[in-house]
């Protein structure tokens, strides 16, 4: 058995936590053990268990579900990037998701976006719908469908900016307003972005997630989430579902985020740049009907992107002239991959409609704009001129 105590308290960090710094500095030395011989940097704790040193004393690492010290790490860490006082870290994104939805009751409704993540639409619809979760789909880009979309018993409003796949922006400041004038909890997806370029806490939102898989992984080797919050009453809540339920991550998996967040600000920042790069390529194809990205001048979040981020990410999609078009696109590529996810280092290329948004009936995906000749692009690092050059000949075929 495991002592519930864990569950409502918090205890003392082992690390030293070190304020005042810009966001590089604090990506490398955010976290670092008192020990100041050998190990300077986080180490790996393995263990499933912990010696008790005293009877009936209270401690810190009892058992690994509870805590452990590698994902403790992690946890101050990530809080510390976006700015939280509190950070969970789970065994993947949709974990962290649903464990935060375990919070609400039978009855409780909320409100969505429709262009979101496939696998938030399916928990959802498919799953927390059986025990009694009502969920209303909006367009959250029009903060007036958001105000008509509260019912008496809507209890949050869950939003990602940008979305996914369209690049749609939601006003996160506009989207807090409304929740705080119905007592409503604003809850962010914050994994396009990461905490590079927006950190929506600071926006006013209660509760940010991300898929740790992508930016934060940043390698395509680990699967993780994340959630950070600043109230210490949403994360007595949150702890207690990540101790009951188990989904968290694990030792090992904390310790390759906290290896890869060191990189996180210059794999953003390069990815970003690339991106630009690609965009303005595909622009003057003549394949290529539309492009979405979050600062394109046609996207009506273009300003609001820009006052609320600090840039638009490395995630675009685009639209050519036929399926079939598409599928030699996809089949052609010879240095980007055509395989789901984002945020590492290997520029990844999928099919919304045939892969991550499967979930969808095909009338929604037609009329939110994900159709058969949509394609999402999430950029990596490598030589923007290899890159264009390979989507180049790749269009081609």
């Known amino acids: 058995m495991v002592d519930n105590r864990k569950c409502t308290t918090f205890v003392a960090l082992r690390i030293i936590i070190i304020t005042n710094m810009k966001f590089e500095t604090k990506a490398i030395h955010g976290v670092r053990n008192n020990d100041k011989g050998e190990n300077w940097g986080s180490t790996i704790n393995m263990a499933s268990t912990f010696p008790i040193k005293e009877y009936g004393a209270e401690q810190e690492f009892e058992y690994g579900r509870v805590s452990s010290p590698t994902r403790k790490d992690f946890e101050t860490l990530i809080a510390k990037l976006e700015n939280g006082k509190h950070g969970f870290g789970f065994s993947s994104g949709m974990a962290a998701t649903s464990s935060v939805f375990t919070m609400f009751k039978a009855g409780d409704h909320f409100i969505f976006g429709l262009d979101i993540y496939g696998g938030t639409y399916r928990i959802m619809h498919d799953i927390f719908n059986k025990f009694g979760f009502e969920s209303t789909f909006v367009d959250t880009t029009d903060l007036s469908q958001i105000e008509a979309a509260v019912r008496s ?57 991300h898929s740790a898989t992508k930016f934060l992984g940043g390698h395509n080797d680990l699967i993780a989430g994340a959630a950070v919050v600043n109230s210490d009453e949403l994360a007595e809540k949150i702890l207690f579902a990540q101790i009951a339920l188990g989904a968290l991550v694990s030792p090992f998996d904390s310790w390759l985020l906290l290896r890869s967040i060191k990189t996180l600000k210059l794999r953003v920042e390069k990815a970003q740049e690339n991106t630009l790069k690609l965009l303005a390529f595909l622009k003057t194809h003549p394949e290529v009907e539309k492009v979405y990205y979050p600062t394109e001048a046609h996207n009506k979040g273009k300003a609001i992107q820009e006052a609320q981020a600090s840039g638009g ?40 409609s045939s892969l991550t948004h499967t979930e969808f009936p095909e009338e929604e995906k037609v009329a939110r704009g994900v159709t058969r000749t949509l394609i999402r692009v999430a950029v990596g690092i490598e030589d923007a001129d290899d890159l264009i050059a390979d989507f180049k000949q790749a269009l081609e075929q």
């Open 153 to 209: 018993n809507t209890k949050a409003i869950f939003v990602e900016s940008p979305s996914n796949p369209l690049l749609d922006v939601t006003d996160i400041r506009g989207v807090v307003a409304i929740a705080k004038a119905h007592n409503l909890l604003t809850i962010v997806d914050n994994t396009f972005l990461s905490p590079v370029l927006q950190r929506p806490l600071e926006l006013g939102a209660d509760i940010v997630l």
């Open 313 to 352: 990410g490395s995630v675009f999609s685009f639209t050519v002239k036929s399926e079939a078009k598409a599928k030699s696109f996809l089949e052609s590529l010879k240095v980007a991959l055509f395989a789901v996810s984002l945020g590492g280092v290997e520029t990844l290329v999928t099919h919304p």
